[in-house]
């Protein structure tokens, strides 16, 4: 990992330089990017089929794109019963915590005695994408799906990749089946999310796309918002962790390292602490851990690229960087973390203590794990049960509500200089 010290000359220009960076915006991803969104757009399944080809090495017909209802039933019959039992305990979980999240109508009278409020309906088709390849991501199944269905939205699509022969990871299949999806296409990338915004012969549109992804992804969400409502921008994992002495070693670089290993190499993670003798143990902590990891030589392209260390001068310094960062996922370990807490106000989610490692929210905890990253966290939060409910407001008028409006309504028209919008109002008061 990359080192940085309060005492190093040019220490703020180190951190600028740091804070600035963000997996969000790569011109030459984004250029790609576009690309594929328009061969999409005008292509339809034919292009999915070709990009298949392109980058899952995969030779898939029209019929594969769908995967079969009997597939989706084997996946879970042929799930081990801890494997099943994963799955439930961390939907159970999910729901559990959505239901306490759910948006309710409600209505109420104004100062004029109309009646106006609320309604709030589940979205009726969602696409979710997870993430497959390497990591076939079946708890992303339970933190997206399993919102939808308890929302209540009616159509589920879910998206993934395939692998060259052009199977899904049958675990994973048995997780999207479990949480509720209705429809489940061998498709990944930037590709599935221009499918699921555009349509295809085979994949109908759907109203909004939810779930993480990589940096193809992360950016068709970005260049599509508009054409389809988007949750919000969950690219590749971040960890940010602020200690001082009383932190474990141990502990630290464990988290460290399981954040860095998800494999895009655009993963960021970060070690912000007042301590010295904390630096020195991790490090040596992570020399240790890594080597027998499977996917140690990933984690060490990522760490290198953007894993940093940062001796901070003190606790407040490292409160105001975890902000301007607005890390994915933020750790504290301090003897007290309360007003640590209280001040952190952009990250994708806090996890307090030596006995809340970041992974509890990755599979079990109850919040969803998609979360914003690269930065996004200043002006999104992370996925929850209400992003799958649409809002209407409601507006009820009596005579007697309108008349005691009336005199409002016509000064505004007057003043804007649309003289028929006062009309509209006043003209059912005169008959």
């Given at each position: 990992?990359?080192?940085?010290?309060?005492?190093?000359?040019?220490?703020?220009?180190?951190?600028?330089k740091i804070i600035k960076v963000s997996s969000l915006f790569d011109p030459v991803?984004?250029?790609?990017?576009?690309?594929?969104?328009?061969?999409?757009?005008?292509?339809?399944?034919?292009?999915?089929?070709?990009?298949?080809?392109?980058?899952?090495?995969?030779?898939?017909?029209?019929?594969?794109?769908?995967?079969?209802?009997?597939?989706?039933?084997?996946?879970?019959?042929?799930?081990?019963?801890?494997?099943?039992?994963?799955?439930?305990?961390a939907k159970s979980n999910v729901i559990l915590f959505a239901k306490q999240s759910m948006r309710k109508n409600w209505k109420i009278q104004n100062t004029q005695g109309?009646?106006?409020?609320?309604?709030?309906?589940?979205?009726?088709?969602?696409?979710?994408?997870?993430?497959?390849?390497?990591?076939?991501?079946?708890?992303?199944?339970?933190?997206?799906?399993?919102?939808?269905?308890?929302?209540?939205?009616?159509?589920?699509?879910?998206?993934?990749?395939?692998?060259?022969?052009?199977?899904?990871?049958?675990?994973?299949?048995?997780?999207?089946?479990?949480?509720?999806?209705?429809?489940?296409?061998?498709?990944?990338?930037?590709?599935?999310?221009?499918?699921?915004?555009?349509?295809?012969?085979?994949?109908?549109?759907?109203?909004?796309?939810?779930?993480?992804?990589?940096?193809?992804?992360?950016?068709?969400?970005?260049?599509?918002?508009?054409?389809?409502?988007?949750?919000?921008?969950?690219?590749?994992?971040?960890?940010?962790?602020?200690?001082?002495?009383?932190?474990?070693?141990?502990?630290?670089?464990?988290?460290?390292?399981?954040?860095?290993?998800?494999?895009?190499?655009?993963?960021?993670?970060?070690?912000?602490?007042?301590?010295?003798?904390?630096?020195?143990?991790?490090?040596?902590?992570?020399?240790?851990?890594?080597?027998?990891?499977?996917?140690?030589?990933?984690?060490?392209?990522?760490?290198?690229?953007?894993?940093?260390?940062?001796?901070?001068?003190?606790?407040?310094?490292?409160?105001?960087?975890?902000?301007?960062?607005?890390?994915?996922?933020?750790?504290?370990?301090?003897?007290?973390?309360?007003?640590?807490?209280?001040?952190?106000?952009?990250?994708?989610?806090?996890?307090?203590?030596?006995?809340?490692?970041?992974?509890?929210?990755?599979?079990?905890?109850?919040?969803?794990?998609?979360?914003?990253?690269?930065?996004?966290?200043?002006?999104?939060?992370?996925?929850?049960?209400?992003?799958?409910?649409?809002?209407?407001?409601?507006?009820?008028?009596?005579?007697?509500?309108?008349?005691?409006?009336?005199?409002?309504?016509?000064?505004?028209?007057?003043?804007?200089?649309?003289?028929?919008?006062?009309?509209?109002?006043?003209?059912?008061?005169?008959?």
């Open positions: 990992m990359n080192l940085i010290r309060h005492t190093d000359s040019k220490y703020k220009n180190k951190l600028a991803i984004e250029k790609q990017t576009i690309e594929i969104i328009r061969e999409v757009e005008c292509n339809g399944d034919d292009a999915l089929l070709k990009l298949s080809r392109k980058f899952d090495n995969a030779s898939l017909n029209y019929s594969d794109l769908k995967v079969k209802a009997d597939a989706l039933s084997k996946a879970w019959s042929n799930a081990s019963s801890e494997t099943k039992n994963a799955i439930r305990i109309g009646t106006v409020g609320e309604k709030f309906d589940p979205f009726q088709r969602v696409g979710i994408y997870i993430p497959g390849g390497t990591a076939p991501l079946a708890s992303t199944s339970i933190m997206t799906i399993a919102l939808a269905k308890a929302a209540g939205c009616p159509e589920i699509v879910a998206c993934t990749p395939c692998d060259k022969y052009g199977k899904v990871n049958s675990d994973l299949l048995a997780a999207i089946n479990n949480a509720g999806a209705t429809e489940v296409y061998r498709s990944g990338g930037a590709q599935a999310i221009a499918a699921m915004a555009y349509g295809t012969n085979t994949i109908k549109p759907v109203q909004k796309i939810f779930g993480p992804g990589n940096a193809y992804v992360v950016a068709a969400k970005r260049l599509l918002f508009g054409r389809v409502s988007i949750d919000l921008l969950p690219g590749p994992s971040e960890l940010f962790i602020l200690a001082d002495s009383s932190a474990n070693a141990a502990y630290v670089a464990a988290d460290l390292l399981a954040q860095a290993e998800h494999g895009s190499g655009h993963e960021r993670v970060w070690l912000a602490t007042t301590s010295k003798n904390l630096i020195t143990k991790t490090k040596k902590e992570i020399n240790k851990q890594l080597q027998p990891l499977q996917r140690a030589t990933l984690i060490k392209k990522a760490l290198k690229k953007n894993g940093w260390i940062i001796n901070i001068k003190s606790i407040d310094e490292g409160i105001s960087l975890a902000n301007q960062i607005a890390p994915e996922h933020c750790e504290i370990m301090l003897k007290s973390s309360k007003n640590a807490i209280n001040q952190i106000t952009t990250a994708g989610a806090i996890f307090v203590g030596p006995w809340s490692p970041t992974v509890l929210g990755d599979y079990v905890a109850g919040p969803s794990h998609t979360l914003p990253t690269g930065g996004a966290g200043s002006s999104f939060s992370g996925l929850t049960v209400d992003m799958f409910q649409r809002r209407t407001s409601i507006v009820k008028y009596t005579k007697q509500a309108l008349f005691r409006s009336i005199k409002t309504i016509k000064t505004f028209s007057e003043l804007e200089g649309l003289d028929g919008h006062g009309s509209s109002a006043e003209i059912r008061l005169l008959n």
